[in-house]
């Protein structure tokens, strides 16, 4: 995986997209030396997306099946998921 300061990444956006389209290659985007961002094929990032997808519904049906308390929206769900992501991001 190649590496690129966000600057000469914006300089460069538009070969590094082709690369990643074309070549199926993963960009990393740092900024101040960090990792900020990743350049991946949209095949990926749907397949990514799809994983999460069916962990969201697994974690919904095993909630359904053992509820503890009261009923709420899709959105406060998500929403509750997100939050417990976060949380596990941060730790």
Same mark, same amino acid.
């Given at each position: 995986? =190649?590496?690129?300061? &966000?600057?000469?990444?914006?300089?460069? &956006?538009?070969?590094?997209?082709?690369?990643?389209? $074309?070549?199926?290659? $993963?960009?990393?985007?740092?900024?101040?030396?960090?990792?900020?961002?990743?350049?991946?094929?949209?095949?990926?990032?749907?397949?990514?997306?799809?994983?999460? =997808?069916?962990?969201? &519904?697994?974690?919904?049906?095993?909630?359904?099946?053992?509820?503890?308390?009261?009923?709420?929206? $899709? =959105?406060?769900?998500?929403?509750?998921?997100?939050?417990?992501?976060?949380?596990?991001?941060?730790?």
């Amino acid at each position: 995986m =190649d590496t690129y300061p &966000l600057v000469e990444a914006r300089n460069q &956006l538009g070969q590094l997209v082709g690369r990643v389209r $074309h070549g199926q290659e $993963h960009i990393l985007i740092t900024e101040y030396g960090k990792p900020a961002a990743a350049l991946i094929p949209i095949s990926e990032l749907e397949e990514l997306q799809r994983l999460r =997808d069916e962990a969201d &519904l697994t974690e919904a049906r095993a909630r359904q099946a053992a509820p503890s308390g009261p009923p709420m929206t $899709h =959105d406060e769900f998500m929403a509750q998921l997100d939050e417990e992501d976060r949380r596990e991001a941060a730790s």
